[in-house]
């Protein structure tokens, strides 16, 4: 059997090796759907999707980061060689299959930043689990004596550092140095601006020390505009650069602004009926610092198995599959995809299941909160139904789940902006896993749910079988329960029912740009 795989994936050795991956794997391939009933429809899916068929579609996306730098970033070799795959597997599976360019704006680095002690005994930290850029930062190359300002160490039992918080803390602070400032009860941005007009050539805020505050895993906002290069870092590292007299260091961040392009890939089912449309999707992107096989390849992997199993089947909805280019630089594929749909376009959506991160090596299994009744903030009508749903497959095969938070984090956010029930699934990302959780999950309480996150380590090795395989399990149920119907979550059903107007939705706002002040 021969595989069109577009651009320049066919030729290549390493689409030779994929296309080695594609052939060795159980895949369903372009053929008839044949019609089913809806009481078979969800159990034969299940029973079809198979995990160790969804991690082979990892070792692909795991495959193609290693030969590009280890990663899939958008704008890159990495990004357009997954796209092709998924592109290519879909087409071949029977699907409509449209690839959707857009440009954005990429913003990272030339060559990953260092942190580096020089003296008294050299050290170099590791980028991103032990420090990161902040990117509204100035790029730079600083090495100079680091000077603590009002540093509390040990840190307080309770969140109280006011390090930085006034301009009298930088009384006796010697221009040119790097000022090591803690987080604590003011904002980042007070405390660079602080900093900066003390003269400091660059600055290091560490996290505060308490537990739940140890980590690097922190996005401050610093403001705009600051003109020197500012780093965010554990409070381990934090506490050792202010605990050794005479400690000097060497950091440099090469930042790079470009306009590029990416892309989704969007496929659609030949069959269905077109005004009762069932969406499921997944971001296909990585971070610049690792090839994002659990963030996002899990999830990718789990929706393309699904939907190639899903075409043995004509259901009486149509499906359709997206896998979203930008996420990681704002949601920006999902939310242009939606914003380019019509009115009526977007009221034929019945539903938008995502799935972001399903195979964390800590994990949780955690459902959207789509009813709100844990964090306040609902979905549009019909994704309490979807919770429920989700909760119910978990519940069948005896396992807890857990609600999370429903925050417009993940490429769930344009779709139910735009009024259209949601839901998906979640393992945990850099939260830190609780005593109580590990009692349920299993795991190891104290560390994050993926310590590999957004990191070089999150590769092929950074997933859990188990929560890839039942998590797909998931998918497969929910789609193929939805894919015939959805009348429990928007009313639909019977062929002849009206499909609810997208003017009679309640869109409901979120607020996906969050960043931690202090």
């Not at 060559?111 to 991103?128: D, I, S």
């Not at 769930?412 to 949601?422: C, E, L, S, V």
């Not at 590999?452 to 997933?463: E, F, G, L, Q, R």
């Amino acid at each position: 059997m021969r595989l069109a795989f577009s651009g320049s994936l066919g030729r290549s050795r390493l689409g030779k090796g994929l296309l080695a991956a594609v052939l060795i794997a159980p895949l369903t391939m372009a053929g008839t759907a044949h019609a089913d009933s809806p009481s078979n429809s969800a159990r034969k899916l299940v029973s079809a999707v198979k995990g160790e068929n969804v991690k082979r579609h990892l070792k692909v996306l795991d495959l193609i980061g290693k030969a590009n730098g280890n990663t899939r970033v958008d704008g890159t070799r990495g990004y357009a060689l997954s796209r092709d795959y998924v592109a290519s597997v879909l087409r071949l599976a029977g699907y409509k299959v449209t690839i959707q360019p857009f440009e954005f704006e990429f913003e990272g680095y030339k060559t990953p930043p260092v942190l580096k002690r020089t003296a008294p005994e050299p050290k170099t930290f590791a980028h991103v689990t032990e420090f990161h850029e902040v990117g509204a930062s100035s790029a730079g190359t600083v090495t100079a004596p680091v000077q603590a300002v009002d540093v509390v160490l040990p840190p307080p039992a309770t969140p109280g550092s006011t390090s930085g918080c006034e301009a009298s803390d930088f009384a006796g602070f010697t221009a040119g140095n790097i000022a090591l400032v803690q987080r604590g009860t003011c904002d980042f941005a007070l405390k660079v601006a602080n900093a900066v007009a003390a003269g400091a050539s660059a600055v290091i805020l560490f996290n505060e020390g308490q537990p739940g505050r140890t980590t690097a895993r922190v996005n401050p906002g610093i403001g705009e505009n600051v003109p020197v290069p500012v780093f965010f870092t554990s409070f381990a590292v934090g506490d050792e650069l202010a605990s050794k007299p005479g400690t000097t260091v060497s950091l440099s961040f090469d930042k790079l602004v470009e306009t590029r392009t990416t892309s989704n890939v969007i496929a659609e089912s030949r069959w269905g009926r077109g005004d009762n449309v069932v969406v499921a999707g997944a971001h296909l992107d990585s971070v610049q610092e690792g090839p994002g096989i659990n963030d996002n390849g899990s999830g990718v992997g789990g929706v393309l198995e699904v939907a190639l199993q899903m075409a043995k089947h004509k259901t009486g909805n149509k499906v359709r599959f997206g896998f979203w280019g930008g996420e990681e630089f704002g949601l920006l594929g999902s939310q242009y995809y939606v914003d380019h749909l019509s009115e009526q376009d977007k009221a034929n959506i019945a539903l938008y299941l995502n799935f972001d991160m399903i195979a964390s090596p800590n994990f949780v299994y955690q459902v959207y909160d789509g009813d709100g009744d844990v964090f306040g903030v609902p979905g549009p009508e019909g994704s309490a139904q979807i919770e429920k749903d989700f909760q119910s497959f978990y519940a069948s095969r005896g396992l807890q789940s857990k609600a999370s938070e429903f925050d417009g984090r993940s490429d769930y956010k344009a779709f139910i902006d735009a009024g259209i029930p949601g839901g998906g699934l979640f393992t945990g990302a850099e939260k830190v896993k609780t005593a109580e959780e590990a009692a349920i999950w299993g795991g190891t309480a104290g560390i994050e749910y993926d310590p590999c996150y957004h990191a070089p380590c999150d590769t092929i090795k950074n997933i859990d079988d188990t929560a890839l395989d039942v998590n797909s399990d998931a998918i497969a149920m929910l789609m193929g329960t939805y894919a015939f119907d959805t009348e429990a979550v928007n009313g639909i059903h019977a062929p002849g029912k009206a499909h609810k107007a997208a003017a009679t939705r309640a869109a409901v706002v979120h607020d996906h740009d969050k960043v931690e002040l202090s």
